[in-house]
């Protein structure tokens, strides 16, 4: 059964500073892994879509990694801003019939000006 | 593109009644559908899928009878919580696959339901 993991569950820090966020997933056996962002009472926003097949993924000043076979998954954010503060979300897409997305809970971001 | 909305964003609604939440697709035909519920400070959890023109496939635990789902058209799917209970208030997200991009889902803006 594919378990995600996300570390840390909150992180808090000054503007300005790089920062990296972890996300462990069980079952290699995976079509995508995707990264959201979730703000406080609001949907999700999508922000990157790495395919299995990939090992990385950029927007802007996000990069996304991706290492199948140790199950693993980090979202780097560069300079870091007050807006970037929110939840940010990882979820694999499992292989198989189902393809069901299993998500992690979450990493908490707070970035303090 | 890719865009799905939801109505209402949020409702408050008396123990008892019924709510209708929708799901709309709106530049692309959405094969499927999903639904999750969300509670405060957890993840998303997956209540159904729905393929349009099917009934709706629920998660263990959710029970059909109570979240009725409706997926007749390629771009609408809508959500009806029967006899709502307080335990029912939570944050309600649909989520939209189409026909060409079968690996990627996009997600409405939630629908936020508190039952008094």
């Known amino acids: 059964k594919q378990e995600v993991t996300q570390i840390p569950a909150a992180l808090s820090v000054p503007e300005g500073e790089n920062l990296v966020l972890n996300c462990s997933f069980t079952?290699?056996?995976?079509?995508?892994l995707q990264w959201f962002r979730q703000d406080p009472g609001k949907g999700l926003t999508s922000l990157l879509l790495?395919?299995?097949s990939q090992r990385e993924q950029t927007s802007g000043r996000l990069n996304a990694s991706l290492d199948k076979s140790s199950g693993r998954s980090t979202l780097y954010i560069a300079a870091s801003q007050p807006g970037d503060s929110a939840t940010y979300l990882c979820?694999?897409?499992?292989?198989?019939?189902?393809?069901?997305?299993?998500w992690g809970l979450g990493t908490s971001l707070a970035v303090n000006p | 593109g890719a865009v799905v909305s939801q109505h209402p964003s949020w409702v408050i609604c008396k123990s008892g009644t019924s709510v209708k939440i929708e799901c709309r697709s709106l530049?692309?035909?959405?094969?499927?559908m999903f639904w999750y519920r969300q509670f405060p400070k957890q993840s998303l959890m997956l209540m159904a899928t729905?393929?349009?023109?099917?009934?709706?496939?629920?998660e263990q635990g959710v029970e059909k009878d109570k979240f009725l789902i409706n997926h007749a058209s390629l771009t609408l799917s809508t959500l009806t919580v029967t006899s709502a209970h307080p335990e029912d208030s939570s944050f309600y997200i649909c989520?939209?696959?189409?026909?060409?991009?079968?690996?990627?889902?996009?997600f409405g803006p939630g629908t936020r339901l508190t039952v008094l």
């Open positions: 729905s393929n349009e023109g099917s009934k709706a496939t629920y």
């Open positions: 790495i395919q299995s």
């Open positions: 079952d290699s056996a995976i079509y995508n």
């Open positions: 979820a694999v897409r499992s292989a198989g019939n189902n393809r069901k997305l299993i």
């Open positions: 989520s939209a696959r189409g026909q060409v991009m079968v690996n990627e889902q996009f």
């Open positions: 530049d692309f035909q959405a094969t499927t």
